[in-house]
């Protein structure tokens, strides 16, 4: 082998990598995709739609949000998964996903692995509704009820294996009590219609989606599910309050597929944050009944893993 040839060899690898390093530098150049697995309207597409003008600013790009419903998550994760780790396509992960990852055995992606944790934006408990002329006036008729005519109640969620399906369940192990499970796909719309013509007697939402109904006096929050009570309802009390020691808090957050360049990585990272610090999209997803937090990727993939433990042994519900 010749000297020239072999000089040529050695080199390689480097031009390689400095190809790659100048391709992260020159990212953002197309537009990127914000996916998520529910409907247009749900609490991941509201948030993720407050965030994407800032984050497009911030990162000099044009952001689409994509919903992908289907499955409680699991579509929109699985897609993701299988996606170049680019950085043109994030992932707007909920809690929900961890309850899956935790009690779904046979998903195809493994969320440990196969994505990378950008940063939690914002943390944020569920609220147990009723409609204003509902006979539940507290939480502890509904238990008292639940308790007294077991199966005969029934609840609304976001899907068999949602983090709203998870709270109840959660709630019915610690408590005793029989209820049935309605679930839905998509928004508000069907099970507040089934709650207004009484075929529903409780349903498990977000204070993103409840809250606007609750001060327009259509739907009454009867507790939150964050062990104490949430600041942007102080009025409501907590389940554990009820039900002592009972906590279920979620979170909406970015992540991508896993590998992505550490340049971009970091550009993404420092995007989530600037657009969550911003004082209108904080004060808009605060108005929602959110807490935001935006704190980083170690923060975060440490509550995925907590919340992937906590859920585990519930995976019978869903099975």
Do not use: C
Request: charged fraction near 20%.
């Amino acid at each position: 082998m010749t000297l020239k040839r072999r000089t040529a060899m050695l080199a390689a690898p480097a031009f390689i990598g400095l190809g790659a390093v100048a391709k992260a530098q020159a990212w953002p150049s197309q537009p990127i995709r914000i996916v998520h697995g529910y409907a247009a309207g749900s609490n991941p597409d509201t948030i993720a739609r407050h965030m994407a003008p800032a984050m497009g600013e911030a990162l000099g790009a044009t952001m689409i949000v994509d919903p992908k419903p289907g499955a409680a998550e699991r579509l929109a994760a699985a897609q993701v998964a299988k996606l170049p780790a680019d950085g043109y396509t994030l992932y707007m992960m909920t809690g929900g996903q961890a309850v899956v990852s935790a009690t779904d055995p046979e998903l195809s992606y493994k969320l440990d692995k196969e994505f990378d944790f950008l940063s939690i934006v914002t943390r944020f408990p569920f609220n147990f509704v009723v409609t204003a002329e509902s006979r539940f006036k507290t939480f502890k008729d509904f238990v008292d009820e639940a308790r007294q005519r077991p199966g005969k109640l029934s609840y609304g969620s976001s899907g068999i294996g949602s983090t709203l399906h998870m709270a109840m369940e959660l709630l019915r192990a610690q408590i005793g009590i029989d209820i049935v499970h309605v679930p839905y796909r998509g928004g508000m719309a069907q099970p507040l219609a089934d709650l207004t013509n009484g075929q529903l007697d409780i349903h498990v939402s977000t204070l993103t989606l409840s809250t606007q109904l609750v001060r327009a006096g259509k739907l009454r929050s009867l507790a939150v599910t964050s062990k104490e009570r949430s600041r942007f309802e102080p009025d409501v009390p907590a389940v554990s309050e009820t039900v002592p020691g009972f906590d279920v808090v979620s979170w909406l957050g970015f992540a991508a597929p896993a590998g992505l360049p550490q340049p971009v990585r970091d550009k993404l990272v420092a995007a989530i944050q600037r657009t969550a610090a911003r004082p209108d999209v904080k004060g808009k997803l605060e108005e929602l009944g959110n807490d935001v937090l935006a704190d980083g990727p170690d923060a975060f993939r440490a509550r995925v893993m907590a919340d992937m433990a906590k859920w585990k042994p519930l995976a019978h519900v869903v099975r």
